[in-house]
C-alpha cells in the first residue's frame, strides 16, 4: 500500500509536479499495482541468479580511434535556451 | 497494397517507376489519414527524391536490391538527422534529431522509400496508441477500435496499406499486439540481432526493433535488412545473418521432424472463447502440415507481467530522466529555479501513462525497495528463462494466442491501468527471456476483428519462426483478406 504523502515524495523524486487529481488517482492506481505484484512472492527465488538479457555478453570493447563529433552548434540550437556556446537554465544556487 | 516481390517486379520490368509507387502511397496516405491518423510525420517530398534516385538508378541499368522503391513507415520513436521525432510525446513536440538510427540509415541505403513517422503510445508506453499525446490512431478494421500499441500506427499503416511494411519497436509485446489486432504479420527479434543506435530508450533490457508486414516473406526481407551487429550499440550481437528469404519453403515435410509445443497456461482463464478457437484451428493446421504437437507447460509465464510491470518502469524511470528541458526539447516557462523547471516541464511535456510508470519505477528503485521489486523481478526473468529452456528441450517452436482478445474499443480500458496491462499477457514474457517472437493472422472473430497466433523460438532462430509462418501462411488465405475502407463510419457500415 502506498499513501499520499509517499506519492508527493516519489514525485518529488521524479522531479514531477502532480496536481491534486493525479495525486489522489496515482495513490489510489499505484497501490492496486503494488497489491497485484505481490504474488511475485509466491515464488522460491532463493539462490537465483538474476536475468538482463537472452544471451550473456561481456566487456565489449573497441578500439580506441576518434571520430567526428556532432557539431556544438547544432546541438545548442536543439536547446529550449542558450547562452553564447552554453546551455543556460534558471538560477541554481541563491544569492 | 502488393508485396515486395511484386513491386520489385514491377521496378525492374518497368511497368511502373518508383516515383508511381511511392505516389500512391502517399496518396493513399492523405485520403485515409483523417479516418486512421496512423502517422505523425509525413515525408512527401523526401520519399519522392529518394524514388526519383531508384529510378534514375533502374534507368541506369544499375541492379537494384529488394528494398529499392518499397514505401515504408517508421515508428515515431526511431531517430531520422532532420526529420521531426516526437516519441507521442508532447515534451518533444519540437525535437529534431541531429544524427540517424542505424536501421532508418541501412533501409535508406538500400533504397528504401520511408514515407512517414507512425504513431504510437508516448515513449512506447502502452497496448492501444491511445497514449499518444496527437491523439489515437484508428483500428482500420473497425474504427471506433483501438489498432493495439504501442506500434498501433505502423501497424495500422501497413493493414491500411498506407505503406508496404513498417518498422516498430518491442519492449513487452509493442509489435505482436498490434500485428494481432490489426491482422498483420509482426516480428520481434532475439534481443540484440537488430542495433537500437537511434531508437528512443524505453526499457533498455527489453527493447528491440522488428518488422511489421502484409506476408511473411516480406518481414523476412526487412528483418535482413536491419539486422546485423552495429558498433553504436553495444547490446548488438556479433553473428552472421542468414538469407531469411531464401530459406522460406511453401511446407516443412521434407525436414527433419518439427516439434511445436502448445503453451498450456495460455488457455485458461481470460482468454476469449473466439480466439481459442481460432489459434486451435490454426495449430490443427500446423499439424495437417506435417508438425507434431505437444502440450508445453510453462508454469512461470503468468509471472511475466508482474515482473515486467516492475522491470520496464524501473527502467523508464531511469530513462526518462533525460527529459530534463536542458539540452533538447521544451521548457516550461513559468519556473523560478532548476529543480521547479524539470518538475514543471515534467508536468507539462508527460502524459498520465508515462508519469504512472516514471513513478512506479521510481518507487520501485527508491532506498530499501531495490531488492523487493527489481531484483525480486529480475530473478523471476531466470525462472521465466528456465521454463523457456526446458520446453526448448522438448520443442522447437511454442505456440499461443498473440493476445487473449481481439481489438477491444477505444476508451474502454484507459482507466483501469491493471486491465489495460493484461492485453501483454502472452507477449511480455517472451521479452524477459530475449527470445524472437512473432505474430501471424489466423482468422477473424463473429466481428470482422483479426485473430493472431505468436510463434516463439529459441534464440536467433528467426530462420525457423519464419518458415514455420511461411508454410502456415502459404496453407491459408487469410493474409488476402484487407479491412474495408472505403467505408467512413461505422454506423453506415451497419445500416
Known amino acids: ?95 | 497494397m502488393a508485396s515486395i516481390r511484386e513491386l520489385h517486379k514491377q521496378l525492374i520490368q518497368k511497368e511502373r517507376s518508383a516515383v508511381e509507387i511511392a505516389t500512391e502511397a502517399l496518396d493513399r496516405i492523405q485520403k485515409l489519414e483523417p479516418q486512421l491518423h496512423s502517422f505523425l510525420h509525413v515525408m512527401g517530398d523526401r520519399a519522392l527524391e529518394q524514388a526519383k534516385a531508384v529510378d534514375d538508378k533502374i534507368a541506369a541499368g544499375e541492379a537494384i536490391g529488394l528494398l529499392a522503391g518499397i514505401p515504408i513507415g517508421i515508428k515515431d520513436n526511431i531517430c531520422m538527422r532532420g526529420v521531426p521525432t516526437t516519441c507521442g510525446s508532447r515534451i518533444l513536440e519540437n525535437f529534431v534529431p541531429p544524427y540517424e538510427s542505424t536501421v532508418t540509415q541501412k533501409l535508406q541505403d538500400a533504397g528504401a522509400i520511408l514515407v512517414g513517422k507512425t504513431n504510437l503510445d508516448e515513449f512506447a508506453m502502452g497496448s492501444s496508441t491511445e497514449n499518444s499525446g496527437y491523439g489515437r490512431t484508428c483500428n482500420p478494421w473497425d474504427r471506433d477500435r483501438v489498432p493495439g500499441g504501442s506500434s498501433g500506427g505502423s501497424a495500422a499503416a501497413v493493414a491500411a496499406g498506407e505503406c508496404t511494411v513498417a518498422l516498430g519497436s518491442d519492449t513487452g509485446g509493442s509489435i505482436r499486439q498490434p500485428a494481432s489486432l490489426c491482422g498483420v504479420v509482426g516480428m520481434k527479434p532475439t534481443y540484440g540481432l537488430v542495433s537500437r543506435f537511434g531508437l528512443v530508450a524505453y526499457a533498455s533490457s527489453l527493447d528491440q526493433i522488428g518488422p511489421f508486414a502484409g506476408c511473411v516473406e516480406d518481414a523476412a526481407i526487412l528483418l535482413g535488412a536491419i539486422a546485423g551487429h552495429d558498433a553504436k550499440d553495444s547490446t548488438s550481437l556479433k553473428i552472421e545473418i542468414p538469407n531469411y528469404c531464401q530459406l522460406l519453403r511453401p511446407n516443412f515435410r521434407p525436414r527433419t521432424r518439427l516439434r511445436i509445443g502448445v503453451i498450456k497456461e495460455t488457455f485458461g482463464s481470460g482468454l476469449d472463447s473466439v480466439v481459442e478457437s481460432r489459434v486451435k484451428t490454426a495449430i490443427e493446421q500446423l499439424q495437417l502440415l506435417g508438425a507434431e504437437i505437444q502440450v508445453i507447460s510453462c508454469p512461470r509465464f503468468e509471472y511475466g507481467l508482474p515482473a515486467y510491470y516492475i522491470i520496464a518502469p524501473s527502467e523508464a524511470s531511469a530513462n526518462l530522466a533525460r527529459y530534463d528541458a536542458v539540452k533538447y526539447g521544451i521548457r516550461a516557462e513559468e519556473a523560478d529555479n532548476l529543480i521547479d523547471m524539470y518538475k514543471k516541464t515534467r508536468a507539462k511535456g508527460f502524459g498520465t501513462e508515462v508519469k504512472r510508470r516514471i513513478m512506479l519505477g521510481t518507487y520501485a528503485l527508491s532506498a530499501g525497495y531495490y531488492d523487493a521489486y527489481y531484483l525480486k523481478a529480475q530473478k523471476v526473468r531466470t525462472l521465466i528463462k528456465q521454463d523457456f529452456d526446458s520446453a526448448f528441450e522438448k520443442v522447437d517452436i511454442l505456440v499461443c494466442p498473440t493476445s487473449p482478445t481481439t481489438a477491444f474499443k477505444a476508451g474502454e480500458k484507459t482507466d483501469d491501468p491493471l486491465s489495460m496491462y493484461l492485453s501483454d499477457l502472452m507477449t511480455i514474457p517472451v521479452n524477459l527471456a530475449g527470445l524472437p517472437a512473432l505474430s501471424i493472422p489466423c482468422g477473424f472473430d463473429d466481428q470482422g476483428l483479426p485473430v493472431g497466433m505468436q510463434l516463439i523460438s529459441k534464440v536467433l532462430r528467426e530462420d525457423l519462426l519464419l518458415q514455420v509462418a511461411y508454410a502456415y501462411e502459404q496453407s491459408t488465405d487469410w493474409q488476402f483478406y484487407k479491412p474495408d475502407l472505403t467505408v467512413a463510419t461505422k454506423q453506415q457500415k451497419k445500416s
Do not use: C, G, W
Not at chain 1, 499505484?30 to 532463493?46: M, N, P
Not at chain 1, 565489449?60 to 576518434?66: E, G
Open chain 1, 1 to 95: 500500500m502506498l499513501d499520499r504523502e509517499q506519492v508527493q515524495k516519489v514525485a518529488h523524486l521524479a522531479r514531477l509536479e502532480l496536481t491534486e487529481a493525479e495525486e489522489e488517482s496515482f495513490t489510489r492506481q499505484l497501490s492496486s499495482i503494488l497489491d497485484y505484484f505481490e504474488q511475485l512472492s509466491e515464488l522460491d527465488t532463493t539462490d537465483i541468479q538474476p536475468t538482463t538479457r537472452a544471451i550473456e555478453t561481456s566487456n565489449v570493447t573497441r578500439q580506441d580511434v576518434l571520430d567526428p563529433s556532432l557539431a556544438q552548434e547544432e546541438m545548442l540550437t536543439a536547446a529550449p535556451d542558450r547562452s553564447d556556446r552554453f546551455f543556460q537554465v534558471p538560477q541554481i544556487m541563491s544569492d
